[in-house]
């Protein structure tokens, strides 16, 4: 049997790290071993609590898929797979609770996976490039995310990206650093058209 690699539905290249930034959907046949990897690092377990056996994991993956509100995506640097993204339409998300939000607002959820990949300057362009991405709907005028509270570094790299905290909401999972990026200072701070 052959495994089909998904497409490419966004490619940039980004000049301050010198790389390709790229995003394909997560195929559940080609990257359940490779999620269920990242989950179980270090680095990731405190954040995101997905640290399940494979199985449970596959569980989990199907059920995200099926999931219409959000569309889950490899994130890949120079076609290296290397990050996890969640894009979903906030009014159909918990978050939406939380605010005033717009039918056309989306959110972002996302981990880099491979423990190489830490601290090479690579989360601020992987966060732009989606945000980036996101923007090209049209009707789209923020993009939103929660990151847990305790996640500084992570707080720090939206902040750099152009999201603004508004206040810290009770998820059920966790504390969450509610945050905002409107397009407007997306296309001011990286002098984008989107």
């Given at each position: 049997m052959t495994i089909?690699?998904?497409?490419?539905?966004?490619?940039?290249?980004?000049?301050?790290?010198?790389?390709?930034?790229?995003f394909r959907p997560?195929?559940?046949?080609q990257d359940l071993a490779r999620i269920h990897d990242w989950m179980n690092q270090p680095h990731v377990i405190p954040f995101w609590k997905l640290n399940f056996s494979q199985d449970k994991m596959k569980a989990h993956l199907e059920k995200a898929l099926a999931d219409?509100?959000?569309?889950?995506?490899?994130?890949l640097l120079n076609g290296v797979p290397m990050?996890?993204?969640?894009?979903y339409w906030a009014t159909e998300d918990i978050v939406g609770n939380y605010y005033p939000v717009d039918a056309n607002d989306q959110g972002i959820h996302l981990l880099i996976g491979p423990p190489e990949f830490l601290g090479q300057g690579y989360a601020l362009?992987?966060?732009?490039?989606?945000?980036?991405?996101?923007?090209?709907?049209?009707?789209?005028?923020?993009?939103?995310?929660?990151?847990?509270i305790r996640n500084h570094?992570?707080?720090?790299?939206?902040?750099?990206?152009?999201?603004?905290?508004?206040?810290?909401?009770?998820?059920p999972d966790k504390q969450g650093a509610f945050?905002?990026?409107?397009?407007?200072?997306?296309n001011r701070r990286w002098n984008r058209h989107v």
């Open positions: 089909t690699t998904p497409e490419i539905v966004y490619r940039s290249y980004d000049p301050a790290i010198a790389q390709e930034i790229s997560v195929s559940l046949e219409t509100h959000q569309t889950l995506y490899i994130g990050s996890y993204w969640e894009s362009p992987l966060l732009r490039a989606m945000t980036a991405f996101q923007f090209q709907q049209p009707a789209t005028q923020k993009v939103v995310t929660e990151p847990d570094k992570m707080i720090h790299i939206f902040k750099r990206c152009g999201f603004s905290f508004q206040k810290a909401i009770d998820l945050m905002v990026c409107d397009r407007a200072e997306f």
